[in-house]
């Protein structure tokens, strides 16, 4: 069976980049670019963005490209008999599953907060109610249940559609969208009264809050931002690497996603520091921020119906674009695991998925006892642990060192891969830093994840 091809150069970028760009672009960025000196972790940010996420990048499109195969047949497409590197491809493929068990979920609060700020159930709240609709939501399996099932159909549906007709056309759509509403919520943010402090306390080098939380910690965090906004390690970007033809070279591929993540990451600050500053709020970070401290200001402000209502959808733009890549990685995994045809592997995953979906679910309601990773922690915790902290950043060190060691794919292999076609082409001198310093910091990342 010949393998599908994505349409256009343009869908490759926009799916690739649409993996790179979820929740934590908008609930992690601006918090910890704002916690570290603003400006100055801003910085050191894109600085790790270059020097880790984009090379390790190019390896899994490269590896994707060679073997024209999802994460669980590529290694053992390019490895050299008797080799264990297709063993990898196991932890991706779980990688992608683990994931799917709690993005689902959190998808599916952005698209219920999208309906209730639509259908005005927010107006007149205060900071108390609009908290108490936010555990209310957690605490009912019925809500969570359905959104979570929404998700998971529309996105299963939009896949077996095919690769071009489904994956990338409402792909293209959905992520022209998203960037639309994002500039708008900016303009918006900005020009609010006394936004302009928000902007100064976010974009300005800081260098005393950095030395209050620590230089070393500065570093380390902007490392880990890095290269944890790629979602680099599970071959979710392998895939479209599988789909793609040999025109263009892959580091210049690379710098347009990252360029695209990074300005979906920084541009959500310019959104969220204004409106916070303008109201007097600080900001704060993850779900308190998403569903209580901005539904909360949208109360207060002029026509702040339809910029929630906005927001919400650019959430779920953000948080359905991951699931979209993610969703096809895994239903190729199918088909090149068991010969399964698409519409097979579609509706067989439909049901896995949900299933594996349901843990997360009711570790808000009916298993909230089970505090997997302290007290008030949930099933969520953990599986959020293990795909950040374990399955990403050891699977990305896998994709190095198959791409740069003798034992693996070697490095003379990856680079001819990777400069095959037009544009920026990997330079034979990086050699020397990919293959002996690369890997340091990567291991550096796995250990302070496990044991920082």
Request: proline fraction near 3%; hydrophobic fraction near 50%; charged fraction near 15%.
């Amino acid at each position: 069976m010949e393998r599908e091809r994505l349409g256009s150069r343009l869908g490759f970028i926009l799916l690739s980049a649409g993996c790179a760009i979820g929740i934590g672009n908008v609930w992690r960025f601006p918090y910890i670019a704002g916690m570290y000196g603003g400006g100055m972790f801003v910085l050191l940010y894109l600085f790790f963005l270059i020097a880790m996420g984009v090379p390790v990048m190019t390896m899994e499109f490269a590896v994707g490209r060679a073997s024209r195969k999802s994460v669980i047949r590529s290694f053992s497409e390019l490895e050299k008999p008797g080799q264990k590197w297709h063993l990898n491809g196991y932890l991706g493929m779980a990688g992608n599953y683990i994931l799917m068990m709690f993005y689902t979920t959190v998808a599916g609060w952005m698209l219920y907060y999208f309906y209730q700020m639509l259908t005005g159930k927010f107006a007149g709240k205060d900071m108390e109610q609009v908290a108490g609709m936010f555990q209310g939501m957690l605490e009912n399996p019925l809500v969570l249940t359905s959104v979570m099932v929404l998700i998971v159909a529309a996105g299963i549906l939009i896949c077996s559609l095919g690769l071009q007709n489904g994956v990338e056309r409402i792909t293209k759509v959905m992520m022209t969208l998203l960037l639309c509403i994002i500039v708008i919520l900016a303009v918006r943010g900005m020009t609010l009264e006394g936004g302009i402090e928000g902007l100064k306390f976010y974009l300005l080098p800081d260098m005393d809050r950095m030395r209050e939380v620590g230089i070393f910690e500065t570093i380390t965090a902007a490392m880990n931002q890095a290269f944890f906004t790629l979602s680099l390690g599970i071959g979710a970007m392998a895939i479209f690497g599988s789909y793609i033809d040999k025109k263009r070279t892959l580091l210049g591929e690379s710098v347009n996603i990252a360029v695209l993540d990074t300005f979906v990451a920084i541009v959500s600050g310019l959104i969220i520091f204004p409106t916070c500053f303008a109201f007097g709020i600080r900001p704060d970070m993850g779900p308190s921020l998403i569903f209580i401290t901005l539904p909360n200001i949208f109360n207060h402000m002029a026509a702040g119906r339809i910029w929630g209502t906005l927001f919400f959808l650019f959430m779920t733009f953000a948080a359905f674009s991951t699931i979209l890549a993610v969703f096809e990685n895994i239903i190729s995994c199918g088909m090149d695991l068991f010969g399964w045809s698409r519409g097979k592997s579609c509706v067989i995953n439909l049901a896995v998925i949900i299933l594996l979906s349901l843990p997360c679910v009711f570790g808000y309601n009916l298993w909230s006892d089970f505090q997997p990773m302290g007290e008030g922690s949930a099933v969520l915790d953990l599986e959020d642990f293990i795909v950040s902290n374990v399955i990403l950043p050891v699977g990305s060190l896998c994709y190095l060192l198959f791409c740069v060691t003798k034992k693996g794919w070697g490095f003379e292999a990856y680079l001819k891969e990777a400069n095959t076609g037009e544009g920026l082409k990997m330079p034979g001198w990086i050699r020397i830093y990919v293959t002996y310093l690369l890997p340091v910091l990567l291991i550096f990342l796995i250990l302070q994840g496990w044991f920082g």
